[in-house]
Nanobody
Framework: QVQLEETGGGLVQAGGSLRLSCAAS????????MGWFRQAPGKAREFVAAISWSDDSALYADSVKGRFTISRDRAKNTVVYLQMNNVKPEETAVYYC????????????WGQGTQVTVSS
């Protein structure tokens, strides 16, 4: 069973930066793409960004384009990062790491989530 573990959440001021990490316990076909989603209190979970392990192609939600960057650790081969810059208070949420066979596929593997709180 593949497990995903997120780290790096915390409290950050608006306009600041934070980097989230997600480590998969093992690389399999089911983790050929990894992504980040977030869920704010009282709101539905939403897509943030995703990256394909095969070609490093990435997808971003419009709301984070130009501010967030998803990347993978080529050396560790099981770690993906989300660099969050110029964060906004409305981006306070639990951020979840997820994995799928393809970048646009069904994300069926999920981490437990890490809380990100942006203070104004």
């Amino acid at each position: 069973q593949v497990q995903l573990e997120e780290t790096g959440g915390g409290l950050v001021q608006a306009g600041g930066s934070l980097r989230l990490s997600c480590a998969a316990s093992v690389r399999t076909f089911s983790t050929h793409a990894m992504g980040w989603f977030r869920q704010a209190p009282g709101k539905a979970r939403e897509f943030v960004a995703a990256i394909s392990w095969s070609d490093d192609s990435a997808l971003y939600a419009d709301s984070v384009k130009g501010r967030f960057t998803i990347s993978r650790d080529r050396a560790k081969n099981t770690v993906v990062y989300l660099q969050m810059n110029n964060v906004k208070p409305e981006e306070t949420a639990v951020y979840y790491c997820a994995a799928a066979p393809t970048i646009s596929g069904k994300y069926g593997l999920w981490g437990q989530g890490t809380q990100v709180t942006v203070s104004s």
